[in-house]
């Protein structure tokens, strides 16, 4: 299993699971008429395209630049820390089951408040897009919500909500303790490749017995050509976190760059004695 991590420091641990990639396929919604058949269809598209989307996304490598902000009063910012780290996620096949792992390592590490400062750790959140893929897609509610030109390009918007009860990619991980979240949002997506552009995601005031007041997040995709293919990926430009407790308030924005494709290959020599 795969877990990435976003720590709110001295408060709670927040546990993005996107876990073991299998089980039932994608329903989809019953089409009961033609704006039903319309939505199901585009979540068919969106499903498969975030099937092939995890594949290409394991055959890269990126740079990731990380800021973190530390906010006081009227939003302004007290402290913020910049790092960058060579990125890439590995998916495997073991025994006929999917798992995703992320490796993260320091090019640049910031340096650190000699106040000891509590700043925000989050990790994973370019993959939220699992919220379309066939193993999460039953655990939401989804409707269309019209269309917006973004970039000149017409993006149907796609609103989904999380089932309660049902699996989550997200939780909160707190004092031995996991907790489901309750994610709501925006997608916005191709309609003709089901590729996504963008998406929003939030868990409204669902947790604050537990101390969490906001979690609130944004996440950019972008076509990223490849000069030795004629296909074009889809991946993750930037992604925004900002959360808040009664007491403390963080922003962290993840940037990803100069994408390349890499291969490992292996080579056995005999040595003759």
């Given amino acids: 299993m795969y877990r990435t991590q976003f720590i709110v420091p001295r408060t709670a641990a927040l546990v993005l ?25 585009l979540l068919t598209r969106t499903a498969s395209q975030t099937s092939v989307f995890l594949d290409q996304f394991s055959d890269v490598k990126c740079t990731e630049q990380v800021r973190q902000e530390k906010l006081g009063k009227d ?6 820390e910049d790092s960058t780290f060579d990125y890439l996620v590995i998916l495997t096949n073991t025994g006929g089951e ?14 650190r408040d000699r106040k000891n400062t509590s700043m925000l750790l989050s990790n994973g959140f370019a993959t939220l897009f699992l919220v379309f893929h066939p193993y999460y897609a039953e655990a939401f509610k989804f409707t269309l919500a019209g269309q917006e030109v973004i970039d000149g390009r017409s993006l149907a918007k796609i609103s989904f909500e999380h089932v309660p009860g049902m699996k989550s990619p ?33 868990i409204a005031n669902t947790l604050q017995d537990v101390g969490l007041k906001t979690l609130n997040s944004e996440i950019d995709f972008a076509p990223m050509p490849f000069t030795d293919s004629k296909e074009v990926y889809w991946f993750p430009t930037q992604a ?27 080579e056995e020599k005999v040595i003759q004695k």
């Fill in 75 to 80: 939003n302004k910012v007290e402290l913020k």
């Fill in 98 to 111: 999917l798992n995703l792992s992320e490796s993260r390592i320091p090019v640049r590490e910031a340096k």
């Fill in 240 to 266: 925004r976190v900002e959360v808040e407790t009664p007491r403390q308030h963080w922003r962290n924005l993840h940037q990803f760059t100069a994408y390349k494709k890499f291969s490992v290959s292996t």
């Fill in 17 to 41: 699971a996107v876990a073991v990639l299998t089980g039932p396929g994608f329903a989809g919604t019953p089409a009961a008429s033609p704006d039903a058949q319309s939505l199901n269809d």
């Fill in 170 to 202: 997200a939780a909160l991980a707190l004092r031995g303790k996991e907790y489901p979240l309750e994610l709501t949002g925006m997608a916005w997506v191709d309609p003709r490749t089901g590729s996504i552009a963008k998406m929003e995601a939030g």
